[in-house]
């Protein structure tokens, strides 16, 4: 299967629970009127250096260059960095799968798949230690439920400025990117022509460009695990 990604940037506000998407190439502007979140939006670590972080992404985006977006800015700490883009893209994630929520069932998924190749089963260590085959939905829901886990875990991502990141921070971080994707290959898989009906491509393409190259700038994912979209992957990274 092929995806096509529009060279148009775009960058999306929430206003009173809709989306507007704004695009760098002109004044053009799409509301999802319809759409809904998965789950709360999150807020990066409050006393951290979040906010001056989160104000410098939303001004990199804003210029529409998303490789200058990814960057470390001069100066900052790489684990702040890593915590609120963290965030971020956890959000972008719920937001898309929000949209879908209705045609992603267990009836039309009933295995979380990217495609015939791939299948995914869950396991958190936890209290699911051995893989389980589940459906998409309950799949994605197990890892929303995870990754809240590991964001509202102190010991992980600090909420008091000064608190040092744990050792194994930068590991936790690349199991949620990981794991995130994963997302992302099914809707492209198996919902793509969906999200093209609601026209919601642009912002899908959009934001799996900006996950991407973050991923590539910090070595989040290893290649095989990004397989499945391989071919997209190639086209963003080449481009940029």
Known sequence: MAFQISQNLAVDII??????????????????????????????????????????????????????????????????????????????VNLLYGTLTEFCTPENCPTMTAGPKYEYRWADGVQIKKPIEVSAPKYVEYLMDWIEVQLDDESIFPQKLGTPFPPNFREVVK????????????????????????????HLNTCFKHFI??????????KKELAPLHELIDSIIISY
């Open 15 to 92: 206003i009173n629970n809709q989306t507007i998407i704004l695009y760098s190439s002109g004044i053009a502007i799409l509301v999802h009127k319809n759409q809904k979140t998965f789950r709360p939006k999150k807020s990066a670590p409050s006393g951290s250096k979040g906010a001056q972080l989160r104000r410098h992404i939303d001004a990199t985006l804003g210029s529409g260059n998303l490789r200058e977006a990814v960057r470390l800015p001069p100066g900052e700490d790489l684990n702040e960095w890593l915590a609120v883009n963290t965030v971020d893209f956890f959000n972008q």
């Open 175 to 202: 199991t949620i990117f990981k794991r995130l994707f994963r997302v992302y290959a099914h809707i492209y898989h198996s919902h793509f022509q969906k999200i093209v009906s609601l026209k919601e491509e642009a």
């Open 213 to 222: 190259l973050f991923t590539y700038e910090f070595g989040l994912i290893d």
